[in-house]
């Protein structure tokens, strides 16, 4: 199963239910389905085919998830570039995203007006999301053949650059099976579906924004674009929140903290916290009457490989879990082998999430990931 094939499966399934929200512009599934497929055809008669890394360089707003959706149905891999990141770490992610492979295609960059500037990207196709969308607004509405795009399970869906904490950040190749199988989780634990809106909270260049896109718009969800002041303050976060009426949000720890007390969300039904430690205290104000998931992986495992349902009501932070579905976890010592019971070890998570690799880094990609 390929993620976008969910995707145009929930279309035909509720064609005209809500989509997008965002910036004053609406998309039912229907039309979220036609724009992507136009797009994608575009990109497809331009060379895009399984394995093609394409740059997406545009703010949070509905023709950013189009021309996501756009590549992934061409058969691409996208390559999220956050256009408020340094230019320093835009221009290093690019430049390494954008390096020749074997059997590559030219590498190709989609952005918007306002923020083709912030990626320097010499030798690369763009593409305007916003000023050129006359290019391909004669396309068919209709998907490309399956067989034609030739994408598989094992194919790249995306390339998203670690933060450097440890070294030069690294892109990490992710394949649709990994993501398919979060999605379902996610969907399963936190309970989305049709009724649902899902704020989508985080920068397009962190893995949690896979979560929020592909859980809601897998499901019949609503998702919901926030803009980027919005997490400027926890105010204006509790704000958004209650007037949207989300009811599912994906969110680092220390920023649910910032929404201030006192704040009515009655339609907040779902919570996943990960990225950093989740406190007793956080825990205990949020997870009653809720579900409340901390999850826990690194990129190479695909957004999360362990999640732990928590009712708030240990004097303990809540644990990071067991293994989700088709994902195994080992506690291994220096030797290689399981420790015992109660002792320390290094996490070691196998199963259908872990990355294919590290793009051009064939070197650590043998060392970190292990047969």
């Known amino acids: 199963m390929l993620i976008h094939s969910l995707v145009e499966a929930q279309a035909r399934r509720t064609p005209d239910a809500p989509a997008l929200a965002g910036g004053g512009e609406r998309l039912t599934y229907a039309e979220l389905d036609a724009r992507a497929n136009r797009l994608a055809r575009a990109r497809r008669r331009r060379g895009v085919r399984p394995e093609a890394l394409v740059g997406v360089a545009a703010e949070r707003c509905v023709e950013t998830v189009v021309a996501l959706l756009a590549v992934l149905k061409a058969g691409g891999a996208y390559v999220p570039l956050d256009p408020g990141y340094p230019a320093e770490r835009l221009a290093y992610m690019w430049g390494d995203a954008s390096r020749p492979r074997p059997g590559g295609a030219a590498p190709v960059l989609l952005a918007q007006e306002r923020t083709a500037a912030a990626v320097a990207a010499p030798g690369a196709e763009l593409l305007r999301l916003d000023a050129d969308a006359a290019l391909w607004a004669d396309e068919s509405p209709e998907p490309l053949p399956a067989a034609e ?97 989300i009811t599912t949000i994906a969110i680092p720890p220390s920023l649910l903290d910032k929404v201030p007390e006192g704040v009515e969300l009655p339609a907040l039904r779902s919570i996943v916290v990960g990225g950093e430690t989740c406190s007793a205290a956080t825990a205990a104000r949020w997870a009653r009457g809720r579900r409340f998931v901390n999850a826990y992986a690194p990129t190479e495992a695909t957004i999360f490989a362990t999640a732990g349902a928590c009712a708030g009501l240990d004097p303990d932070p809540p644990s990071i879990g067991e293994p989700i579905a088709e994902t195994a976890v080992e506690l291994l010592g220096p030797d290689g082998e399981p420790v015992a019971p109660g002792e320390p070890g290094e996490i070691c998570l196998g199963g259908v999430g872990v990355a294919r690799g590290y793009l051009h880094r064939p070197d650590l990609t043998a060392e970190r990931i292990i047969p």
């Open 149 to 245: 795009v030739g994408a598989q399970p094992e194919s790249l869906a995306y390339v998203i650059y670690t933060s450097g904490s440890t070294g030069r950040p690294k892109g990490v190749l992710i394949a649709h099976r990994g993501v398919v199988n979060v999605v379902r989780e996610a969907a399963r634990l936190l309970a989305v579906g049709p009724e649902s809106r899902v704020l989508q909270l985080a920068s397009l260049s962190f893995d949690a924004s896979v979560l929020e896109i592909f859980t809601a718009l897998a499901t019949g969800a609503c998702l919901v674009l926030t803009p980027r002041e919005t997490l400027l303050s926890g105010e204006a976060l509790g704000r958004e929140l209650a007037a949207e009426r």
